[in-house]
């Protein structure tokens, strides 16, 4: 089967080099293996992302993409955190989404990119050209698949923003965004908070001082734990529910 999808398609891969063709155990383990852009692929089928994959380290503070960068790369988050951004003509900005292992970027309606990704954290990526690995959608149908549907669960984030953004209150914004923090990190006890209070600001269109003003209250009320700035646990998860609206 991979030696007819290899001569079937249209990938136009070179062939694979001693340190590709080994690399399929890695992706095997990797922490994104089971993401919506890999998971489709079967385990035995993975050296096809391989070869035509390459790796990208990110430093806190890089850009990965640029708006206005040809939109001819498909980013598969590995580890880490990033932001996705658009900045107002006078500079300011709004954070449209978080970025965290197995969430992929890149797909466009558009020739060109119309926001910004930046590191948040140290991150590892896996970059793929467009071009060679879009052959592989129609190989693997549950590729495919999954892809759709994380669009759609694309769209009902931004739903879901611009819902928070207009009807909840500042004590919702940051009850739901701290469950969607355990939920999308899947941790339990020490819940990671990789980002800054103004990057949670520019989320939630708060002000830093709003940030840490409800942090601190939800704190007080103990329905959380700041372990520190970065760390926090959740003590009563039905009344932070209810705290974020019933989120």
């Known amino acids: 089967m991979t030696d007819e999808i290899l001569s079937g398609l249209p990938i136009h891969t070179p062939k694979m080099t001693a340190r590709q063709a080994v690399s399929a155990p890695v992706c095997l383990h990797c922490p994104a293996r089971l993401s919506d852009l890999c998971a489709g692929v079967p385990d035995k089928d993975l050296k096809l992302l391989s070869a035509i994959s390459t790796h990208q380290h990110l430093a806190p503070g890089e850009t ?11 980013y598969n ?47 590892e990526i896996c970059r793929f050209e467009r071009r060679r690995i879009e052959p592989l959608f129609s190989a693997y149908p549950e590729m495919d698949r999954r892809l759709r549907q994380a669009a759609a669960k ?7 923003l611009v819902f928070t953004l207009g009807r909840r209150n500042a004590t919702e914004r940051v009850a739901a965004f701290l469950l969607y923090l355990r939920d999308v990190q899947q941790a339990a006890q020490a819940i990671p908070i990789p980002m800054t209070r103004a990057d949670i600001a520019d989320y939630l269109g708060l002000t830093i001082e709003t940030v840490s003003r409800t942090l601190t209250r939800l704190k007080t009320r103990r329905l959380i734990r700041l372990q520190s700035l970065h760390a926090f646990e959740i003590l009563d998860e039905a009344r ?8």
């Open 240 to 247: 932070l529910r209810e705290a974020a609206g019933g989120s």
């Open 154 to 160: 694309t769209i009902e984030s931004s739903l879901d």
């Open 77 to 123: 988050v590995v580890s880490g955190a990033l932001t996705m951004t658009r900045h107002s003509s006078d500079g300011r900005r709004q954070i449209l989404a978080f970025l965290f292992s197995g969430n992929y970027v890149g797909f466009s309606s558009d020739s060109l990119y119309r926001f910004n990704v930046e590191a948040v954290t140290e991150s």
């Open 64 to 74: 990965l993409v640029l708006d206005g960068d040809a939109a001819d790369l498909v």
